[in-house]
């Protein structure tokens, strides 16, 4: 922990107003620890490319050699971020949403740099069933982590505590990236209709590579997003003004990129100008107006535009629109997200939400960690829509932008790259030495 004016000022203040909290010792770390030599390892960001070519021929020393990256990869990813958590100021990091999530972290790491090489297909189903537990374990990191960042407000400055809530979600999208995608390349090893000793890619029809989808169609995606989008309004709302949606331009554009994150990122703007529509027109005569999104593929990027008009940002909104940790709905988010962390885990397990089924190569369906995010009612408004987007977007080097149009109506600009060769961007180094 640092030791400047700044840091000071905070924990003065933070012994006044939490002094249950604050004992004045250091963050439960010493140096020497096992984080102190996982953090001097520098992580090996992975692109969309590298993801698909351990899986095209997928042969069992392929397997084992991508099982070993994740052995690896995760407890290092994991030791910056604890490192990056223990740098925070006590009163921060004990506050119980954050040290739920630092225990978290800190037994997944303990777990994961543990396990031996793997050597074998026995090794591997041992170490996936261990990727498969920790995967659900840490469905509540996303809720808790919001309401730690929320709760802890006025202790620290936002944009401080909103670039580490970037790097931590971040860091998270990553890891899972490598788990899920392991976990889906085992899976189709296993299939029967793997054949391990061809050197053919495993199912010549088969458009996925683990969890990248090597032909998503931005066109199809929006639709299908739409249709959600308008059905989950249909079912909740007692209003029929429920606006139509309309595709022009580039109609044929595909890129490779996992499907749950584009659907995740076009999803929420979707919800959010449907029901911005929604709202405006409630007591209108007036059929809504349709909600147009135009597609523009470009040789590194496809661009979309999604345009509504359903009023435009409440101008109140515009400083905090991307943080995490300000704004003047606290709250109603903070009431709304003390709602979420049950969901997260009883909906991964009983149902897969119809967004996301895709069929895997047995024919059954598998889940995708946005699912819980994805489902939930439209009153429970948690203020991450936007935020999280542009984490999402911005992870494969892409970007999102919103241009409002006081009184009329949103443009929302989400850029892909396109090409599959860009690194994931995470951030290496623990982060936030300046907290
Ligand atoms: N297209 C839009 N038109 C008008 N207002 C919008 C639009 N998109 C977002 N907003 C405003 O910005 C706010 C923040 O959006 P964001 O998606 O981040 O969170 P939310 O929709 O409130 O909650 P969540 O998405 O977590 O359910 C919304 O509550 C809404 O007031
Ligand atoms: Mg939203």
Redesign the pocket.
């Known amino acids: 922990m640092q030791s400047g004016p700044r840091c000071q000022q905070i924990l003065r203040f933070a012994r006044l107003v939490r002094p249950r909290y604050y004992s004045g010792q250091p963050p439960p770390w010493r140096p020497g620890s096992a984080v102190d030599q996982w953090v001097e390892r520098p992580i090996r960001p992975i692109s969309l490319r590298q993801l698909t070519f351990f899986g095209r021929t997928l042969t069992e020393p392929r397997l084992i050699s991508s099982a070993n990256y994740v052995r690896t990869e995760l407890p290092t990813r994991l030791a910056h971020r604890l490192r990056d958590i223990q740098q925070l100021p006590y009163v921060v990091v004990s506050n119980p949403h954050l040290s739920l999530v630092y225990e978290l972290y800190y037994k997944a790491f303990e777990r994961f740099r543990v396990v031996p090489e793997i050597r074998s297909l026995e090794d591997n189903d041992r170490f996936c069933d261990i990727l498969r537990e920790a995967l659900k374990e840490h469905l509540v990191v996303i809720p808790n982590l919001a309401m730690g960042v929320l709760k802890c407000r006025e202790l620290v400055p936002a944009d401080e505590m909103d670039r580490f809530m970037n790097t931590l979600l971040r860091a998270r999208i990553s890891r899972r990236v490598i788990a899920e995608q392991h976990l889906a390349l085992t899976e189709t090893f296993n299939s029967p209709w793997h054949f391990p000793d061809s050197q053919e890619r495993t199912d010549m029809n088969s458009d996925f590579v683990g969890e990248v989808f090597l032909k998503c169609n931005a066109k199809e995606v929006v639709e299908h997003c739409g249709k959600v989008a308008q059905e989950l309004m249909r079912k909740t709302s007692q209003s029929a003004q429920i606006p139509a949606i309309t595709v022009q331009g580039h109609l044929t554009a595909t890129f490779p990129y996992i499907l749950s994150h584009l659907e995740y990122i076009v999803g929420?703007l979707m919800?959010?100008?449907v029901q911005?529509v929604m709202e405006k027109y409630k007591d209108s005569t007036q059929p809504p107006p349709p909600i147009q999104v135009l597609i523009c593929e470009t040789p590194q990027h496809v661009i979309m535009r999604i345009s509504?008009q359903?009023?435009?940002?409440?101008r109140e909104?515009l400083p905090s629109?991307w943080s995490f940790s300000k704004g003047p709905r606290t709250q109603s988010r903070l009431e709304n997200l003390e709602q979420v962390p049950a969901m997260a885990a009883t909906m991964q397990e009983l149902k897969v939400s119809e967004r996301t089924e895709r069929k895997t190569d047995q024919g059954g369906y598998r889940e995708s960690s946005l699912d819980t995010l994805t489902s939930r009612h439209p009153n429970?408004?948690?203020?991450?829509?936007?935020?999280m987007s542009r984490v999402y977007a911005e992870y494969w080097a892409g970007s999102l932008e919103m241009h409002s149009l006081e009184g009329y109506g949103?443009d929302a600009f989400l850029q892909i790259s396109k090409l599959g060769n860009k690194n994931e961007q995470v951030t290496s180094r623990a982060a936030i030495d300046a907290v």
């Open positions: 929420e919800r959010n100008s911005a509504d359903g009023g435009g940002l409440p909104l629109l429970l408004r948690l203020g991450m829509g936007l935020p949103v």
